[in-house]
């Protein structure tokens, strides 16, 4: 099918985000006495939101909510002054981004951070492109896999799901995508494995931006 709009997935699809976000976040962790983790850990952390990335990152029983109330401003101020330190696209997506605009198709980011560093993300590192819509995580817009958002992305693009590709690295993307009636692509070169991907609703893979460039061909 021919496809009139894409929907990214920003951390672990478009922009390679990780090390900033692990750097904040021990530095957070230390500063408050808690054990620190690895990048390979951190892939599996990241992705639902940041309040639920410190959660996720204490040790069982400890994030409770008075104690994210207390770790999640120190977490946000530091990866404000941090967050562009090596955060950079993924080898290939200039070319895709390129490629989807010369095709005069219509893009847009959903992410599941907060709004705030979405758009500073998408204005700094991607701003050679026309985006749509970005949107990140806000008040009165549930977190992914609740299709509301990706719903909401499609009215503002006057776009039917069906008529999206909806592109990201996680299950949380595959399984948003199918609810809201789009077509869930999942990329390998982010944050979770292919065996996650495909068992969230993947309809097809991408091991290299180039794959998306070929499919996209295929559909016009």
Known sequence: MAFKAVIFDLDGTLLDTLQDLLNTLNTVLDRHGYPVHTIEKCKFLVGHGMSELVRKALPAGIGTEETINRLLPDFLAHY??????????????????????????IMAILSNKADHFTRL??????????????????????????????????????????????????????????????????????????????????????????DIIDMLNKST
């Open 80 to 105: 404000a002054d941090h967050w562009n330190v090596c955060s950079r696209p993924y080898p290939g997506i200039n070319t895709l981004l390129d490629t989807i605009t010369e095709k005069g198709i």
């Open 121 to 210: 993300c998408a204005d700094e590192l991607l701003k050679k492109w026309t985006f749509d819509v970005v949107m990140g995580h806000h008040s009165g817009i549930a977190h992914k896999p609740d299709p509301a958002g990706a719903l909401l992305v499609a009215r503002m693009l006057g776009v039917e799901p069906s008529s999206i590709l909806y592109v990201g690295d996680s299950g949380i993307d595959m399984l948003t995508a199918t609810r809201a009636g789009m077509f869930p692509l999942g990329v390998l070169w982010g944050f979770r494995p292919e065996s996650e991907l495909l068992a969230y609703g993947a309809k097809a893979l991408a091991r290299h931006p180039d």
